[in-house]
């Protein structure tokens, strides 16, 4: 596609549930991140990928979170037993390759209730 | 202390005035972001600088590597600028550190 994909838009979320964020890059794109906004704040770096590797996880909150990229395309996000302090908009960005600009997705807003 | 601040954290103008936003890191870094964040819309990439000075349409942007500074101007601003303005730099392999947006009114 065009740009890069994150889906769902909007997620609710109960308390304790597991969630899935899907980001599909632009293709081509070697190097994927995840990054978590939460309200009226800057995105805070969670994860890095180039191609299926991950080389970053150190903004990882805790070990309820979990990112993969399996074959250096698709990236999922993974949640498990979401919390209330999960709740942020999660974004994906991708870049062709180092020092080259990033293209963002729309995001991914996840509530917990 | 953050590693990217900038200021204002808010600022409103009318429209047709000049805009500027600072941003000041204080981190070695390889290249600085600017971006535009629209409510409940993603990130979009205004500029990615290294030096210098980079203009497209009505927005400027400058750096200075020695100062660890820089501005984004907008001018003849109108209200379809209004948004929240992130700076980010990169630091390290290619993760951006970003600053906390300043958020931008322009009343007609």
Same mark, same amino acid.
């Given at each position: 596609?065009?740009?890069?994909?994150?889906?769902?838009?909007?997620?609710?979320?109960?308390?304790?549930?597991?969630?899935?964020?899907?980001?599909?890059?632009?293709?081509?794109?070697?190097?994927?991140?995840?990054?978590?906004?939460?309200?009226?704040?800057?995105?805070?770096?969670?994860?890095?990928?180039?191609?299926?590797?991950?080389?970053?996880?150190?903004?990882?909150?805790?070990?309820?979170?979990?990112?993969?990229?399996?074959?250096?395309?698709?990236?999922?996000?993974? #949640?498990?037993?979401?919390?209330?302090?999960?709740?942020?908009?999660?974004?994906?960005?991708?870049?062709?390759?180092?020092?080259?600009?990033?293209?963002?997705?729309?995001?991914?807003?996840?509530?917990?209730? | 202390?953050?590693?990217?601040?900038?200021?204002?954290?808010?600022?409103?103008?009318?429209?047709?005035?000049?805009?500027?936003?600072?941003?000041?890191?204080?981190?070695?870094?390889?290249?600085?972001?600017?971006?535009?964040?629209?409510?409940?819309?993603? #990130?979009?990439?205004?500029?990615?600088?290294?030096?210098?000075?980079?203009?497209?349409?009505?927005? #400027?942007?400058?750096?200075?590597?020695?100062?660890?500074?820089?501005?984004?101007? #907008?001018?003849?601003?109108?209200?379809?600028?209004?948004?929240?303005?992130?700076?980010?730099?990169?630091?390290?392999?290619?993760?951006?550190?970003?600053?906390?947006?300043?958020?931008?009114?322009?009343?007609?």
């Amino acid at each position: 596609g065009a740009g890069v994909s994150q889906s769902p838009r909007y997620k609710v979320a109960k308390r304790g549930q597991d969630v899935a964020l899907r980001c599909d890059p632009i293709s081509g794109h070697v190097s994927l991140f995840w990054y978590q906004q939460a309200l009226g704040q800057g995105p805070e770096f969670l994860t890095y990928f180039q191609n299926e590797a991950q080389l970053d996880k150190s903004g990882l909150p805790s070990d309820r979170f979990f990112a993969e990229r399996p074959e250096g395309s698709v990236s999922t996000l993974k #949640i498990q037993r979401t919390q209330q302090e999960d709740s942020a908009v999660y974004l994906c960005a991708s870049s062709r390759q180092a020092d080259y600009g990033y293209t963002f997705g729309s995001g991914t807003r996840l509530t917990v209730v | 202390k953050n590693e990217v601040e900038q200021s204002p954290q808010n600022l409103t103008a009318q429209e047709g005035e000049f805009i500027t936003i600072n941003c000041s890191y204080s981190v070695g870094i390889s290249a600085l972001h600017w971006l535009q964040q629209h409510p409940g819309g993603g #990130i979009v990439s205004l500029f990615m600088l290294s030096s210098g000075k980079k203009k497209h349409g009505r927005l #400027i942007a400058t750096i200075n590597i020695q100062e660890k500074h820089s501005s984004l101007h #907008i001018t003849a601003s109108h209200p379809r600028d209004s948004a929240v303005y992130i700076c980010a730099v990169v630091s390290g392999a290619q993760k951006l550190v970003f600053g906390q947006g300043t958020r931008l009114t322009i009343n007609p």
